[in-house]
């Protein structure tokens, strides 16, 4: 830190496996991403190279070799892992992640429709060689999967080999865990962390307002995904109390007083 202020929550530090945040990376020049990881590469545990974009985005290998050496790990959006798939192309997936020498991946059923066992066993298959974040919940509007459902399906995925489950919202923020309208499940949220390990799991906030909500819920050290580039920074102040948003949330009653 640049000067000592007191009173700040603890972080935890790379690698971290609590307070995890990841970036939707939808298509960043060299120069861009050069520039996102001179300024954030030090709170930044993941970029995930949103759905389809790796397939267009020019100097791919460049750009994810940048984010690995400053201490980052890439991966392939679901989206893509499932245009795979259902084109009956697994294995040529795989390959692919081997070509760009990707050490995790991302698992996902948001598009296509995907046999719930099938799923953990290609979550199997992946963990074996990679570290993997599989997604639960639809990217289709108005698709509602009861409570029971989400708690079920993470917690045998994790059982399967996942690092992390994602909970679905989109790049948006208006489906899966959230409202068309961006506002929280409130009574999903708490089912899902009353059965399963709310460290196993990362919750996409694209928007300002879920990304403050999760983090008075769950404290500093929430795990947060589907920040924009350049969202980090201000995600970090969030997270420990140096927003108005938070600013007593963090603070000794005495202080929070005044």
């Known amino acids: 830190m640049n000067y000592t202020l007191p009173h700040i929550p603890e972080r935890e530090k790379k690698p971290r496996k609590a307070g995890v945040t990841m ?23 993941f970029v995930k190279l949103g759905f389809g ?21 890439v991966y392939l959006g679901g989206t893509l892992f499932e245009a795979f798939l259902v084109r009956g192309m697994f294995n040529d ?5 081997d070509k760009l020498k990707l050490d995790c991946a991302e698992v996902s059923d948001g598009s296509i429709i995907i ?54 919202a989109r790049e948006g923020g208006n489906v899966g865990i959230f ?11 708490n ?4 059965k399963v390990d709310k460290e196993k799991i990362i919750w996409e906030t694209p928007q300002k307002s879920q990304q403050v909500w999760f983090t008075k819920l769950f404290g500093a050290n929430v795990n947060l995904g ?31 007083k005044k």
């Open 115 to 168: 046999p719930h066992d099938e799923k953990c066993k290609y979550i199997s298959k992946l963990a074996k060689d990679r570290l993997v974040l599989s997604e639960v919940g639809s990217k289709e509007e108005g698709i509602i999967i009861h409570p029971a459902k989400w708690i079920q399906m993470m917690n045998k995925e994790i059982e399967a080999g996942s690092w992390k489950v994602i909970a679905e």
């Open 226 to 256: 589907n920040i924009g580039l350049d969202e980090v920074i201000p995600l970090e102040t969030l997270r420990i109390g140096l927003r108005g948003d938070t600013f007593f949330d963090f603070l000794p009653k005495n202080l929070a």
């Open 191 to 194: 089912k899902i962390v009353s």
């Open 93 to 97: 997936y795989v390959k692919l992640l």
């Open 179 to 189: 409202h068309r309208n961006g506002s929280t499940h409130t009574i999903l949220i």
């Open 23 to 45: 970036v939707m990376d939808k298509g960043a020049g060299i120069k861009q991403a050069e520039n996102f990881i001179e300024a954030c590469a030090d709170y930044v545990d």
């Open 53 to 73: 974009t790796s397939y267009i985005t020019p100097n791919l290998e460049t750009k994810i070799k940048l984010y690995k050496q400053a201490g980052i790990k």
